[in-house]
C-alpha cells in the first residue's frame, strides 16, 4: 500500500518505515494543495494510506466516500524525534486499515 506523508511530518520519518513505500507530499508534486483538493490528487495517484499531524483534518474534510484512509498521529509535536515512537504502531496499523477509515494513533 502506497504511503504519503503529509507536508507537516518530517521526510526522514519514511527512512523509518521499512518495506513501505512512501512519499512525501513534495515528492508526489502535490505541495501546496489543501486538504480536500489533497487528498483526491492522493487518491487518483494511487495512494491508499495518508499520514498526518493534523488532527483537526476529520472535522475539516467529508471522509465517508474517500477511498484514501488517514492515519492521524497523535504525537507532543510534528519534530522527528516525537514522530519515532510511533512508527511500530504505524506499521501495524499499515497491515490492517481500510479505505476511507481514520485512525489516531498515540
Known amino acids: 500500500m502506497k504511503l504519503l506523508l503529509d507536508e507537516c511530518v518530517p521526510r ?3 527512512n523509518h518505515l521499512p518495506l513501505v513505500e512512501c512519499q512525501t ?15 483526491s ?19 475539516e474534510q ?6 484514501i484512509a488517514i492515519i492521524v498521529i497523535l504525537a507532543t509535536s510534528s519534530r522527528l524525534d516525537d514522530l519515532l515512537p510511533h512508527t511500530p504502531e504505524i506499521l501495524k496499523v499499515l497491515g490492517s486499515i481500510q479505505r476511507g477509515q481514520l485512525i489516531k494513533l498515540g
Not at 62 to 67: A, F, G, S, V
Open 41 to 59: 490528487r492522493a487518491e487518483e495517484a494511487g495512494f491508499g494510506v495518508f499520514l498526518t499531524v493534523d488532527r483537526g483534518i476529520e472535522y
Open 25 to 39: 507530499v513534495p515528492e508526489a508534486g502535490l505541495a501546496g494543495k489543501k486538504n480536500g483538493e489533497l487528498l
Open 12 to 14: 526522514k520519518l519514511k
Open 62 to 67: 467529508n471522509l465517508q466516500h474517500r477511498k
